[in-house]
């Protein structure tokens, strides 16, 4: 296996937008080709990017108000796939999963939305499932893919891309895995503590 990977295709899925366009801009020089939903993908093409839908992708439009976009195994698929396993490179194939070799996530804010004071609705709805699962694959598979797992990672990217291009080493994939399950954990302990807190 390969120690260094080259991004080729990203997905781009996240809540604040601050900090985002100077990675896109060397994203986009380096000839990474943008995957995104929604609001990000707007965003995307408001800089003059071009952005495939994940919509597109899936065939299948957001759905349940939006509760469900990236939930597809074109996505996960495209993620979670070994590129040095045969087996998962013949179903790729045979299924039209493309390679998705970088995932940027930022999480709906559900600790902001509690310390809010809004009423319960809403914040359940703050309780992010695509994010979460998109950023636990991408980490499970750093062999291969790149996570970044909150606005706080786009400079440390940003700082790999000056540095060598559009490549990451197995070193750096696993440094953003950890930094990935570290934001999981802490944004699950709070989901939990606010469950706990209503008994």
Request: proline fraction near 3%; glycine fraction near 10%; charge should be negative.
């Amino acid at each position: 296996m390969a120690e260094t990977k080259k991004i080729k295709t990203a997905l781009v899925s996240v809540f604040h937008k601050d900090g985002l366009d100077e990675l896109l801009k060397k994203l986009n020089e380096e000839g990474v080709r943008f995957l995104s939903t929604g609001g990000t993908q707007s965003f995307i093409e408001s800089l003059g990017y071009e952005c495939q839908k994940v919509e597109e992708l899936t065939t299948y439009p957001s759905i349940l108000g939006g509760r469900v976009k990236t939930l597809h195994p074109k996505v996960f698929g495209g993620i979670l796939g070994r590129r040095d396993n045969e087996g998962d490179r013949e179903q790729m194939a045979k299924y039209e999963i493309p390679e998705i070799d970088l995932v940027v996530v930022d999480l709906y804010p559900f600790e902001q939305t509690v310390a809010s004071g809004a009423g319960e609705a809403d914040i359940i709805e703050k309780i992010d499932i695509g994010g979460i699962s998109l950023i636990r694959a991408a980490a499970k598979n750093f062999n291969d893919v790149v996570i970044v797992p909150s606005k706080a990672e786009y400079g440390v990217l940003l700082d790999i891309l000056n540095a060598q291009g559009a490549a990451t080493t197995l070193q750096q994939r696993k440094a953003f895995a950890e930094k990935a399950f570290g934001v999981s954990s802490h944004y699950d302990t709070a989901i939990h503590a606010w469950f706990a807190d209503k008994d």
